[in-house]
């Protein structure tokens, strides 16, 4: 499984969730996948993991 939980992929997720709306555009099925996998990951992250920040 791919891993795409870093900051970047967040916000550009965030990003495509907020063009969309604001659009009314439905999201292409690989940003809908994109945006999942993203929000999946960083949510298992967090449950599985403590992140640390330097």
Known sequence: MQTYSNDKNIKES?????????SK???SKS???FIQNTRTTSFLDA????????
Do not use: G
């Not at 965030?14 to 604001?22: G, P, V």
């Open 47 to 54: 449950i599985f993991s403590m992140p640390v920040r330097d």
């Open 31 to 33: 940003q809908a996948e």
């Open 14 to 22: 965030n990003r495509l969730i907020r063009k969309a709306k604001k």
């Open 25 to 27: 555009v439905p999201l």
